[in-house]
């Protein structure tokens, strides 16, 4: 009898699919400490968040809409509730909003001219994906920007429809607007690099 007559449906199966080689390689990220990636990120309280936010509407308020913004970005709400991270987001998007379009280039170069200004610029781009895609999930659903009244949509140049009681399409697009605007700016002065490096940190706002 050949030797391959001797092999039986059981010998010749797929079983070692099975095995999870990744659990073998020492190399693999399966067994690798990925908290070491970095330092441990402190939590922040809501009480926290909302004296940060009351600061940086105080320098916006004061006519420094840079310092406003490098205050949001210098300290972003990674290990935080969810209410928390959501505050922050409206303190950021309210920011944005507040700076003329004139204004955005030059003060994103001289953000990403400082020092650590690269990483303050990945910080913006997180917040933008975050605020174009509604906002935080919070209790199994998405909680929208805010209405009209708490954000000011900047002239687009394009017709608006009238507001419709009870409707917020209108700011919801406004804000989207401004979003995709700064989202321009970020990547004509840090290039497309942010965007990668906004993806795959673990790190999320």
């Given at each position: 009898?050949?030797?391959?007559?001797?092999?039986?449906?059981?010998?010749?199966?797929?079983?070692?699919?099975?095995?999870?080689?990744?659990?073998?390689?020492?190399?693999?990220?399966?067994?690798?400490?990925?908290?070491?990636?970095?330092?441990?990120?402190?939590?922040?309280?809501?009480?926290?968040?909302?004296?940060?936010?009351?600061?940086?509407?105080?320098?916006?308020?004061?006519?420094?809409?840079?310092?406003?913004?490098?205050?949001?970005?210098?300290?972003?709400?990674?290990?935080?509730?969810?209410?928390?991270?959501?505050?922050?987001?409206?303190?950021?998007?309210?920011?944005?909003?507040?700076?003329?379009?004139?204004?955005?280039?030059?003060?994103?170069?001289?953000?990403?001219?400082?020092e650590g200004g690269s990483e303050l610029l990945d910080v913006l781009v997180k917040y933008l994906y975050k605020g174009m895609a509604g906002g935080a999930a919070s209790g199994g659903q998405r909680t929208p920007l805010k209405p009209a009244g708490y954000l000011t949509p900047q002239a687009t140049g394009f017709s608006q429809i009238g507001t419709r009681p009870g409707s917020t399409n209108e700011s919801t697009g406004g804000a989207m607007s401004v979003l995709l605007s700064w989202h321009e700016k970020v990547v004509d002065v840090a290039g497309l690099g942010s965007i990668g490096r906004c993806m795959t940190d673990r790190r999320k706002v």
């Open positions: 009898m050949s030797i391959i007559q001797q092999h039986t449906s059981a010998t010749l199966s797929d079983a070692w699919r099975t095995i999870n080689i990744d659990a073998l390689d020492p190399d693999s990220s399966q067994n690798f400490d990925i908290s070491t990636l970095h330092p441990p990120l402190p939590e922040i309280s809501d009480a926290e968040v909302r004296q940060l936010n009351g600061q940086v509407r105080q320098l916006l308020r004061g006519g420094d809409a840079e310092g406003a913004l490098r205050g949001c970005l210098e300290s972003p709400v990674y290990n935080g509730s969810d209410a928390a991270k959501d505050a922050h987001l409206q303190t950021v998007v309210e920011v944005l909003q507040s700076i003329k379009a004139s204004e955005m280039t030059p003060i994103l170069q001289r953000i990403h001219g400082s």
